[in-house]
């Protein structure tokens, strides 16, 4: 053998290496990834009649019957006991009437005060009263917290997570009365910034626990400071500032709150759209293919259009999994159904931070151990600034964290059927856009399942109601879809199993 042909052998190698062979019947079947099917069903998913999709709300409930009713008319299975829903329920803490009373002076929640907690005091309560100046640890040594209304200085606009009110927590306060201001007209500006921040209940998956809550804290303005200690500013300031000595507290004058917190947990139902396509082989081993259906709602206020429809954000991916369902049941119905299941996933609470992908994978409806990959999609029907002159691009995020073996299928299906420019920029696990931990495949690789997240990068319409259908470039679109598609397939019908081996 000559040289020249041992070099055309291992070109050939590399190559073929990098690019398999095309598969004629999976070609098939991604040749007809739909744009007017993308289409049509984005422009009722990302419709103003769907009202944004909010988590809970109106908007997700039709858009998860549109989606459901989608998957029933495919014949993909009902896997939630014949069911297409999996309900979710999250639970956020509702705070009732709150406030503090010192001497004849009562100080409510939002007006007066600020209040961070989800704690009820079953009627209103006497506690004394002790200041413990900056709360150094010096300050705690001196002054005894246990079973108190601690008045505390911190400093700064970000005082919920001060180690100073970590401390006095850990010494047994019984409340935290923070002054992080100097004037009131400083507390009147913290309140109004922060006010929606201390009213607005989080969602979570977890049931809160309303029986052993953390000591409630009250922001407070530098008046009521003087009025719950019978002190002037100036001289708690003086105190604060030499250090709380407990002689120095000797000569104060005991004084007492009256606090009264109510809360209460409100449950707020949603539910994921799952449909199964059963495999034809391996059946037992489960490719999941998501993206979430829900949206951030409609604005509270403000001029003009006021609904944020998400058509890229994540309408689109909502639709491509849709159509990934359409194509693998046609492929399953000419007798070319994949070897192993399909799990076609649709989620919800994703904006109100991956909560409904957080309740599958603590909930899965088929063991995680038998859960070959997650595919997710989060917008992948526009582009971003970086790649303005560049129609056929998608950024790849995690295909290399978990599994060697899913990196290199990737980039293999991706040379052999797609040739689009995959950008790991993101991919980083240090990128400041924190991009691996900010979608639903995230919950997914906590459990050590190997993912693969596609996304077009962050627009100027990025959660704003001009995220439109008429921004989306379909024809982008659906080249990003058959990459999901073809990987899907791949990973589906492969002999191996793809595996994590790293971790
Ligand atoms: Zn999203």
């Known amino acids: 053998m000559k040289l020249g042909s041992k070099l055309l052998v291992v070109l050939c190698l590399i190559s073929y290496a990098l690019s398999a062979q095309v598969n004629e019947k999976a070609k098939k079947y991604g040749e007809q990834v739909s744009e007017a099917a993308l289409r049509d069903n984005l422009s009722i998913l990302a419709s103003d009649a769907m009202e944004g999709r909010e988590t809970g709300k109106r908007g997700q409930k039709m858009a998860a019957a549109f989606i459901a009713n989608y998957f029933d008319e495919l014949g993909l299975k009902a896997p939630v006991n014949g069911s297409y829903y999996q309900p979710v329920n999250l639970y956020s803490v509702k705070s009732g009437e709150v406030y503090v009373k010192a001497g004849d002076s009562q100080y409510k929640n939002l007006d007066d005060l600020l209040y961070f907690g989800s704690g009820n005091t079953n009627g209103e309560v006497t506690q004394s009263v002790v200041f413990a100046g900056n709360g150094s640890e010096t300050d705690f040594e001196q002054v005894d917290v246990k079973d108190k209304a601690v008045v505390l200085f911190v400093e700064g606009m970000r005082v919920t997570n001060s180690k100073a009110i970590t401390m006095a927590r850990e010494k047994g306060a019984s409340s935290l009365l923070v002054c992080n201001t100097k004037t009131q007209e400083d507390f009147d500006n913290f309140k109004s910034n922060a006010r929606g921040f201390a009213s607005g209940g989080r969602l979570s998956v977890k049931k809160p626990d309303m029986s052993s809550p953390d000591a409630p804290l009250f922001i407070i303005s530098p008046a009521m400071t003087e009025k719950i200690t019978g002190q ?94 359409r194509l693998f049941t046609k492929a399953k119905q000419e007798d ?167 971790k």
């Not at 056929?392 to 295909?399: E, K, N």
């Not at 990459?483 to 397939?489: D, N, P, Q």
Request: aromatic content about 8%; hydrophobic content about 35%; some cysteine.
């Open 232 to 325: 002037s500013f100036e001289k708690l300031t003086a105190l604060a500032d030499a250090g709380i000595t407990a002689k120095a507290m000797k000569k104060i004058k005991p004084t007492t709150v009256q606090i009264k917190t109510t809360a209460e947990v409100q449950t707020v139902k949603t539910e994921n759209v799952l449909g199964y396509l059963e495999g034809t082989d391996k059946k037992d081993e489960v490719i999941v293919v998501t993206a979430h259906y829900d949206h951030i709602g409609v604005r509270a206020s403000g001029e003009g259009d006021l609904i944020n429809n998400g058509a890229d954000d994540d309408g689109s991916g909502t639709v491509a999994v849709m159509e990934l369902a």
């Open 336 to 502: 070319n159904g994949p070897k192993r299941s399909i799990l076609f996933m649709t989620v919800t609470g994703e904006e109100k931070g991956l909560l409904g992908s957080a309740y599958y994978t603590e909930n899965p409806i088929y063991p995680l151990a038998n859960t070959v990959v997650n595919l997710n999609m989060d917008m992948i029907g526009r582009r971003d600034k970086e790649h303005a002159d560049n129609n056929s691009f998608v950024y790849v995020v995690g295909s290399d964290k978990l599994s060697t073996d899913l990196h290199t299928l990737c980039e293999s299906i991706n040379s052999t059927y797609t040739k689009l420019d995959l950008d790991y920029t993101y991919n980083d696990e240090n990128h400041p856009s924190n991009i691996y931990r900010r979608s639903d495949h995230w919950n997914f690789a906590k459990n050590n399942i190997p993912i693969i997240f596609y996304f077009d990068g962050i627009h100027d319409d990025y959660h704003r109601p001009s995220d439109e259908i008429e921004k989306i470039e379909f024809d982008h679109m659906a080249k990003r879809t058959k990459l999901v598609f073809y990987t899907a397939w791949e990973i589906a019908n492969r002999d191996q199993r793809i595996t994590s081996d790293k």
